[in-house]
């Protein structure tokens, strides 16, 4: 049996916090868990902590990428929080800019972010 990453919901919102190494499985199984939890919960907006992630590779940085496009397509918007300096770097060097990809520095200010979206969505005709 795989590990799984967890899925927990904070009002509207769905977090996902990453504490283990993410192997291709794990990944799949994470995709597949949000993406049913956003349409079971109506969740409007996804954070993504990788606080705990020290290295990323092209995996990791592709796998941001397409979780935050399944969420989207799903009408949830996705936040990374967390990253550290050298993932940043790391992901540049690779050419992987995230496009698409919002990220805040700290869970606090991705949840911020996502209340300011969902404000400005309930607004907007």
Not at 79 to 100: D, F, K, N, Y
Not at 107 to 112: D, H, I, R, S, V
């Amino acid at each position: 049996m795989s590990d799984r990453v967890p899925v927990l919901k904070i009002g509207r919102f769905l977090l996902v916090s990453i504490q283990i190494d993410l192997e291709d499985q794990i990944v799949l199984d994470l995709q597949d868990d949000l993406a049913e939890r956003i349409v079971e919960t109506g969740a409007n907006g996804v954070v993504i902590d990788i606080t705990a992630l020290e290295i990323v590779d092209s995996f990791v940085g592709r796998m941001l990428a397409n979780t935050a496009a399944i969420s989207r397509m799903l009408d949830a918007e996705t936040v990374v929080v967390g990253m550290r300096p050298a993932v940043a770097i790391t992901l540049v060097e690779l050419g992987l800019s995230l496009g698409g990809v919002r990220t805040a520095l700290t869970l606090e200010k991705g949840l911020a972010l996502l209340e300011r979206d969902r404000g400005a969505r309930t607004v907007s005709p």
